[in-house]
């Protein structure tokens, strides 16, 4: 039986730790203390820390861990990462037998070059690519590229579980809503991420059935919020001419 937890970390940062008996696995430690706390107040003891991608508030608390804990870090070298001892590539799978957990590998480019996810039993560990309603910034590659990799994970199955790195869906759903006004299950989710938070309960995991409803950047073929981008002066109505459109809007929101 294997239980997630989401351990808050720095400002809105999740670290997720994947926990089977008395062995836990951390996904993204952005910092050692919470983790460290987590694991002594539980009696646990790490077995290995998997890596999405090489920003710091995914990996800043590795090496505190691993002067405690000597264990493997899973996740895409990259030269800007020090941190990996094992690399991992599209197809590659990663067996862990201490959470009896087999993850199936995919790259998804658009964020961070390095950025992979991390999918096993209807779960997708997926760092900066989705939020909640949203999606990470196009920091590295293209945009075709992180459409292309939202794309991959929006077709898992519609009730796999994404667990991302944020919790940002409160401040994603405004914009959400200014896409499609009109959506009645944007207009739900705004209602249940204000009772969630203003109960300081996460949002995340979310389903991909809730991303595929109410994520403008998985909407781009809607016909409401084609026409929103049209308003807006946009002539190229093509999914990914679209999509561009939606994460230029959104970075001066
Ligand atoms: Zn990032």
């Given at each position: ?37 987590f694991l ?100 590295e ?16 199955p ?25 959506n ?70």
């Open positions: 039986m294997l239980t997630i937890t989401a351990i808050p970390a720095l400002e809105d940062n999740y670290i997720w730790l994947l926990q089977r008996e008395r062995h836990a696995v951390a996904v993204d430690p952005g910092e050692a203390a919470p983790v460290l706390e002594q107040a539980n009696g646990l003891q790490l077995d290995a820390i998997l890596c999405t991608h090489r920003h710091h508030d995914h990996v800043d608390g590795i090496e505190e861990l691993r002067r405690v804990y000597n264990v493997p870090v899973h996740g895409r070298s990259h030269p800007k990462n020090p941190h990996i001892t094992h690399d991992l590539r599209e197809g590659d799978r990663l067996r862990l037998d201490v959470l009896d957990v087999e993850f199936e590998i995919i790259e998804v480019p658009g964020h961070l070059d390095d950025h992979i996810a991390f999918i096993a039993q209807r779960a997708v560990f997926c760092g900066d690519i989705m939020f909640g309603a949203g999606c990470g910034k196009n920091f590659g293209t945009l075709t590229q992180l459409h292309h990799s939202l794309q991959r994970i929006a077709a898992l519609d009730d796999a579980l994404v667990y991302c790195a944020h919790e940002y869906t409160a401040y994603n759903l405004p914009f959400a809503l200014a896409c499609e006004p009109n009645p299950n944007i207009q739900r989710r705004a209602a249940e991420t204000k009772r969630l938070r203003s109960a300081n309960l996460p949002t995340v995991p979310f389903t991909i059935a809730l991303e595929k409803a109410t994520n403008p950047y998985l909407r781009c073929t809607n016909p409401e919020l084609i026409r929103t981008m049209q308003a807006r002066g946009l002539a190229d109505t093509s999914e990914l001419g679209v999509f561009t459109a939606l994460r230029n809007w959104r970075d001066h929101f």
